[in-house]
């Protein structure tokens, strides 16, 4: 049971190269998220899906795009990478388990972009 | 509007005592859901204690407890004996909004963080 897992765990990106960054789950959870942090701040959404199916904008959608592939994968593609963008992502699932609400988050993928 | 306000940028205890970290949230609904995260200096975000806004008891989880106090909106986390290994940032974190035909929107708003650091 590995949890969320991410790849890859660390990238360097030149302006305006693209890339996908991947995210499964094996926890059976229905709903998925991705999250930047930017230094000495909390993380702030970027898209969700709440089911398989479905993605919906979060609160810092611009310059990404999202896959929800089937109920374990959700990927986060930049198509143009712009420095702002450089930022540690975290992907995370979710699910109402017999009463309990659970969140966890993947290890993260620290993004440079130069 | 900041949802999530953490007022503590550091705080300090010594080894084995108890420490208190503090979280605010504003939100007009009746459902949501307190979190306490800790993000070691590693990275990850581990999750620590969840609290649900109709739950009546507050959450514990070993050494963490969530003291919620919900007409003055507040979500502190406390942990009793602190060890060197809880030196970390914490994040308070709020799901707002009900849950639809089953299926959670566990969309989360963070706060800022406080950094903890535990003395020998």
């Known amino acids: 049971n590995a949890g969320v897992t991410q790849t890859p765990k660390f990238q360097v990106l030149k302006t305006g190269q693209s890339m996908t960054l991947q995210c499964a789950q094996d926890?059976?959870?229905?709903?998925m998220y991705w999250y930047r942090q930017d230094p000495g701040m909390g993380l702030r959404l970027i898209y969700y899906s709440a089911s398989e199916g479905t993605t919906d904008k979060g609160e810092v959608p611009n310059g990404y795009n999202v896959s929800r592939l089937n109920k374990r994968e959700f990927s986060l593609r930049l198509e143009s990478a712009a420095p702002s963008q450089t930022s540690v992502y975290f992907c995370?699932?979710?699910?109402?388990?017999?009463?309990?609400?659970?969140?966890?988050f993947g290890p993260g993928t620290r993004l440079t972009v130069t | 509007a900041q949802k999530i306000t953490q007022t503590q940028p550091g705080m300090f205890v010594q080894e084995k005592e108890a420490v208190t970290l503090d979280c605010t949230y504003d939100t007009s609904d009746q459902s949501y859901g307190l979190f306490w995260y800790k993000q070691p200096s590693s990275g990850e975000m581990i999750f620590l204690i969840y609290?649900?806004?109709?739950?009546?008891q507050n959450a514990t989880e070993g050494r963490y407890s969530l003291n919620f106090q919900k007409a003055r909106k507040s979500a502190n986390l406390v942990i009793s004996a602190s060890q060197l290994g809880d030196s970390a940032m914490y994040f308070c974190a709020m799901r707002e909004g009900p849950n639809a035909g089953g299926t959670s929107y566990g969309k989360l708003t963070f706060g800022q963080g406080t950094i903890l650091t535990v003395h020998p």
């Open positions: 609290q649900g806004s109709y739950d009546e």
């Open positions: 926890m059976n959870h229905n709903s």
């Open positions: 995370a699932s979710s699910e109402w388990v017999d009463s309990n609400y659970e969140q966890y």
